[in-house]
């Protein structure tokens, strides 16, 4: 995996809980920089072990699926990338308020994470160094979760949508050249 390749991952990866920090921020009203870093640390951790859950269990299946693994990782991709963008679109405007607590902020980073699990098995079907990977996924994460966390009160209806459907759109990118790659079309 190319570099930009890893940074348009990250950053795509991260669209779901920075769109989720925003409603997190928006909670708060007024948050302060110290709870911000709080809220993309929790995002950022959970995003970062998410792939590696999901590359152990591709490397486990590895061996049964190697002919069709650019397929597998292409469609994963995709059908995450749709998701994103479906959610994205499908979003109401209206920030629903409610009390902030710690289990909720877990479960809800645990929530937008799935997708990266996902990603995480279709990374072991390419070969990626799941650990830079991860890692990049998290860092990415952190600042953008913690900056929804900032910007949440202020912008908070009308940034979320396009940080999916920015996100979904790269994923299906990244898979479509995957693809590429892999069966050498171009």
Do not use: C, N
Not at 36 to 52: C, K, Y
């Amino acid at each position: 995996m190319t570099p930009v390749t890893l940074i348009f991952l990250a950053i795509s990866m991260s669209a779901d809980a920075f769109a989720a920090s925003i409603s997190k921020g928006a909670e708060l009203k007024k948050p302060k920089f110290h709870h911000a870093i709080g809220v993309g640390l929790v995002f950022g951790v959970i995003e970062a072990i998410t792939p590696v859950l999901g590359w152990v269990a591709g490397v486990a299946s590895q061996r049964l699926v190697q002919a069709w693994d650019h397929w597998i990782a292409f469609t994963l991709l995709s059908a995450i990338g749709l998701h994103m963008i479906y959610a994205g679109l499908k979003k109401e405007d209206k920030i629903e308020h409610r009390k902030q607590t710690l289990w909720l902020l877990i479960l809800t980073a645990i929530a937008t994470s799935i997708d990266a699990m996902a990603v995480g098995a279709s990374l072991a079907f390419i070969d990626a160094d799941i650990i830079v990977t991860s890692l990049a996924i998290g860092l990415a994460t952190t600042v953008m979760a913690s900056i929804g966390t900032l910007l949440g009160h202020k912008f908070g209806q009308f940034v979320g949508h396009w940080a999916e459907l920015i996100g979904g759109v790269v994923l299906i990118g990244i898979g479509v050249m995957v693809l590429i790659q892999h069966t050498g079309i171009l």
